[in-house]
């Protein structure tokens, strides 16, 4: 099977050639993040099984919208379910609304309305049935970030495969980590950049996860393996790959492919 995952950023510029990609792609399974209302009609015109469940209401440029957590697969989707994702922005520290409010009105950030989402499905491919996450995480901080994957991963079946993928917004550079103390965290996570990725793998361990994209950056700006695509222990990956464009977006779609 050949998994994808991309945020595609909600203000891309270039969904066009986003949508050429994703139609030309050989893929078994693409999850999406971030996507448009009007770039979620495009995707349902494609010959597969289609997820979309709300990932956040936002306003950008005095406009509201609703973007989407997008699952596509080739298989049959058995059963979804959304995840219920905390929405934290009025618990932020007076430092962190005073910063959102500064990138808001710079309007270089959406401002968060709530309404926030994953989502997982159960997909039977040719070897079984398989359950698929598709997750976006806070860009708060990291306590806040653990909370979400691990409320989503109360929604594992032991019984069967997991492949996780999205955005887990995790930071490991030292160029980006004062984020982590902006948006509420202590000033360790700025200073002890790696200590956030050291223990999350630790969960994904702790889960029967491997991420075989360690590592790698997906995400120029913050130099960070923003992007991921986990697969359960008893599935072989045979490759992994980041694509080097970004199509518009400010991520790297990313890619696994597992037998």
């Not at 697969?73 to 929405?87: G, M, N």
Request: net charge neutral; proline share 5%; with cysteine.
């Amino acid at each position: 099977m050949k998994i994808y995952s991309w945020n595609i950023l909600f203000r891309n510029k270039e969904l066009d050639r986003a949508f050429e990609f994703i139609r030309t792609t050989d893929f078994d399974i693409f999850c999406l993040q971030e996507v448009p209302a009007d770039f979620l009609t495009h995707l349902k015109t494609l010959p597969v099984a289609v997820v979309a469940i709300p990932e956040t209401d936002r306003v950008f440029k005095g406009k509201h919208s609703t973007q989407y957590v997008v699952l596509l697969s080739r298989y049959p989707i058995r059963t979804f379910e959304a995840i219920s994702l905390p929405y934290y922005d009025l618990d932020l520290p007076l430092r962190g609304k005073l910063f959102t409010w500064l990138m808001f009105a710079l309007r270089l950030w959406a401002k968060g309305l709530g309404n926030r989402h994953a989502a997982h499905a159960d997909i039977e491919t040719p070897t079984g049935i398989v359950r698929v996450f598709n997750l976006h995480l806070t860009l708060t901080q990291p306590a806040w970030r653990l909370e979400e994957f691990e409320r989503a991963m109360t929604e594992r079946d032991t019984t069967l495969p997991a492949i996780v993928c999205g955005d887990f917004n995790i930071l490991e550079s030292p160029k980006i980590t004062l984020l982590n103390w902006l948006l509420g965290g202590s000033i360790d996570d700025v200073f002890l950049w790696m200590r956030e990725r050291t223990h999350i793998e630790k969960r994904f361990v702790s889960h029967e996860l491997s991420n075989p994209l360690r590592g790698k950056n997906t995400h120029p700006l913050s130099r960070s393996q923003l992007d991921h695509i986990l697969v359960s222990h008893s599935l072989t990956v045979k490759d992994a790959q980041v694509i080097p464009d970004r199509i518009g977006s400010d991520h790297h779609p990313i890619r696994v492919e597992i037998e």
